[in-house]
């Protein structure tokens, strides 16, 4: 690998370019986005390190630094749209363009509802060209459930027109066998792959397993947990920064013990949920006909939004099922306008008895009086 954008940053030689390279850092973004620990921690000393940082950060003023909202239009308009290939999802997202480019997803459902599907699906039509919805690029996988599977490849690319060798080319795997070592290859690795392979779809699936895994519901061990995670995430939002891309963690769920609201959340806690630019919630629709509904669950500049997808052998696919949220109007009112009619016959009812006695009565005083004024008479 070429070591001549490092070292155009006073004080980078030979020796140091090649351990700025061995711990990922490949080149001055990716420099100014590091640490001085991490710096120390390879054998930098403070004193230079605070210097290369500083060098570095300076000549990335456009990235790190204060930027007119001018500047900020021309920086956003570099960003790309990367299609789930189902024009339901794509429009809920960035109005028929999908997932979009420097940012951080995170896709979180109970297990069956499709996630690891998803980022096949998503592997696939990163490799289709710009013009086409895609990146042109490969994708990294890293992959903590052993979810990574090959004949999912084999039975979605052909639906988009493309050889699934190509896709298997394009792609880099890693299966890291513990928390540590998913924080290694994020932080250390993840920056030097994708320069060596181009590649712009960084998935992780999932963040979840190891963490919970390894360090259960123990509370003294919570702040070390969510510190590690919280480093996983980062390094995944610098990646897809440095490299235009998409970056995508699933996540697992967790019951929720409140009894308020749905039985199930996100799990990980805040730290985790924070980290993402847009979560996307996926739950199933329907088990019989392979419905699963999909929510913009948070998102800076998106609004709250929902589609059903159908998942087959194929990857995902747009339902027919459409509007499930718009209740059809008129409906609800007929209904509410039946009871009081059936109010009015016991009403009636309860009137007539009492006329009824009313008249029993004026005909007993009648009687009674013309009773008194006989009795009257013959004493006269």
Known sequence: M???????????????????????ISNVVSLASTTVAKLVAIGISKAAANKMLSLARERCSGIFGFVSGEDLVKQYAKRQYLTSGCKELDNILYVQKG???????????????????????????????PDKGGLGAGAIFIDTEGSFSMKRIEEIAPRFGIDPTEITRSVIKSGPPNSDVLLFLCETQLEKMANETGARLFCLDSIATHFRSEYGTERQCLPERQQKANKV????????????????YTNQVTANVTGIGRPWQHSMGFVVGHEAHVRIRVSIKSTGDALRLFMIEKALDLPPNECILQIDEQGFND?????????????????AEVKPKGKAAPEAEVKAPEEAGSSTDTESQAKAKSKKKGDKSKED
Request: one cysteine or more.
């Open 2 to 24: 070429s070591t001549e954008d490092l070292q155009s940053i006073d004080g980078i030689g030979d020796q140091t370019a090649e351990k700025l390279i061995g711990a990922g």
């Open 99 to 129: 997932f979009q480019t420097q940012k951080l997803y995170e896709i979180y459902g109970p297990e069956g509802t499709g996630k690891s599907s998803l980022l096949h699906q998503l592997i696939c039509t990163a490799y289709l060209p």
């Open 233 to 248: 995430l980062h390094a995944l939002k610098r990646v897809a920064t440095a490299h235009n891309g998409v970056a995508i």
């Open 319 to 335: 339902s027919d099922v459409k509007n499930i949220t718009k209740k059809p109007k008129g409906k609800a009112e007929p209904e």
